[in-house]
């Protein structure tokens, strides 16, 4: 059985995800295209690199990053870092001819992803951004509806990502509160998240008119580098620093085809832990979709009769996308770790056949392209339209 040989990059949450799944992969889809195998793990922490190494069984570690793109034996570069390191690794790989699996989101700006997307693209490389909520089943479900037409023209949607493990003024000043790490703050963080499964099911956005805001400026300065996402309370006389990043963003958006929507993202809402939705209204019928309900795809159709019409559930289950390979029974549970060896299973599946990944680099950068265009627009208040992908 063919191998591919697996480097990844910083060994924090990310690394844990992929690392499942690389390992669970072969255990849901098979027979698999190739086996990955976890051949180098690498963390500026020798600590926790050597922990890494040993809890999600790699080869070897090391701390220097260089010593992944440096070996002729691996096939692939899994980014995980924080976001202002990316665009350095994912190049070097690019130029070494490596393939490349990056965390969310893409780049710091749209000018670094297009240049990661032109390297990419000049080296002839497989590449994949894990925005990987679109590759929930009902998420493809709902592709599925739009495509046959279940739900007419679409007219209107509206989508969300709130989470308030930010919302207490005391959780640290963690890199992603900074704007030279993060690039931006609930935006790209979870933001484009949303944007990620929108354009998935509704194209290319055109224009945007947006609103952000900073209701905590500053935090306390966090001890360690490990960012606790909002688990690690620091005290009130701890020094504080500035946070110069969004932790609220809302937006409106025409699309290209012509339907209109919004989209709002925050890490500040208390009570919701990891609320993805989204409700899309078509001249024949709508679906909604919440992820804290993701076996289940909420569908309502114009021509039920009177009396019955209304919303109704759909549960995912061997029927649907990724069904066969995934859980014999609609409703047993799809988590987290389902979206992320089903991501793997796509990207190994993609550098085997020598086809396109989705969302690959050219869409990363489009949709930092869309996160340049939500900024511009915050900030001058009027409608602002989406730059066109450099090709
Ligand atoms: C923090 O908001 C975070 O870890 C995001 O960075 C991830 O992309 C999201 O899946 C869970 O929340």
């Known amino acids: ?34 086996i990955p195998y976890k051949k180098m793990i690498v963390d500026i922490n020798e600590e926790i690199a050597k922990a890494a190494c040993a809890r999600f069984a790699f080869e070897t570690y090391s701390t220097d990053w260089h010593d992944i793109i440096n070996d002729p034996e691996i096939d692939v570069v899994d980014i995980c870092t924080p976001n202002n390191a990316h ?21 710091l700006t ?32 709902a592709k599925k509806y739009i495509e046959e037409g279940a739900i007419g023209e679409i007219l209107d949607f509206r989508g969300t990502y709130l989470q308030d493990w930010s919302a207490d003024p005391s959780s640290p000043l963690s890199w992603r509160f900074q704007k030279e790490i993060c690039g931006s703050g609930a935006l790209g963080d979870i933001g484009t998240h949303v944007v990620d499964m ?85 001249t024949k019928g709508s679906l909604a979709f919440n992820y804290e309900h993701r076996d289940e ?27 066969d390979a995934l859980w014999p029974i609609p409703a047993l549970g799809i988590g987290y770790t389902e979206t992320k060896i089903v991501e793997c299973y796509d ?10 990944a989705s969302p690959n680099f050219r869409d990363g950068y489009a949709i930092e392209l869309i996160a340049k265009a939500v900024l511009k627009s915050a900030q001058s208040q009027t409608w602002t339209t989406v730059d066109n992908i450099e090709e």
């Open 198 to 282: 929108l354009r998935f099911l509704l194209g290319d956005f055109d224009k945007v008119m947006a609103r952000c805001a900073t209701y905590i400026q500053e935090r306390p300065i966090q001890s360690g580098l490990v960012d606790s996402l909002g688990n690690e309370k620091g005290n009130a006389q701890s020094p504080k620093g500035k946070v110069d990043v969004d932790d609220q963003c809302c937006f409106m958006v025409e699309c290209k085809n012509g339907s209109f929507g919004t989209i709002e993202a925050t890490r500040n809402a208390w009570g919701r832990n990891n609320f993805i939705t989204f409700e899309i209204h078509g």
């Open 87 to 107: 665009a350095e690794i994912a190049i070097a790989a690019a130029k070494a001819g490596k393939h490349i699996l990056c965390e969310k989101p893409l780049s």
């Open 1 to 34: 059985m063919k191998e591919i040989k697996i480097g990844l990059i910083g060994a924090g949450f990310m690394a844990k995800a992929h690392s499942i799944a690389y390992a669970g992969m072969p255990m849901f889809f098979w027979p698999v295209p190739a």
């Open 297 to 323: 795809l909420q569908v309502c159709f114009a021509d039920d009769p009177d009396d019955r019409r209304g919303f109704r559930s759909v549960y995912t289950g061997p029927n649907h996308p990724y069904g």
């Open 347 to 356: 990207f190994i599946k993609a550098i085997t056949e020598e086809t396109e």
């Open 110 to 141: 749209a000018e670094e992803a297009k240049e990661m997307y032109q390297a990419a693209k000049k080296n002839n490389i497989t590449t994949l951004v894990a925005f990987n909520y679109r590759r929930t089943p009902a998420v493809q479900l």
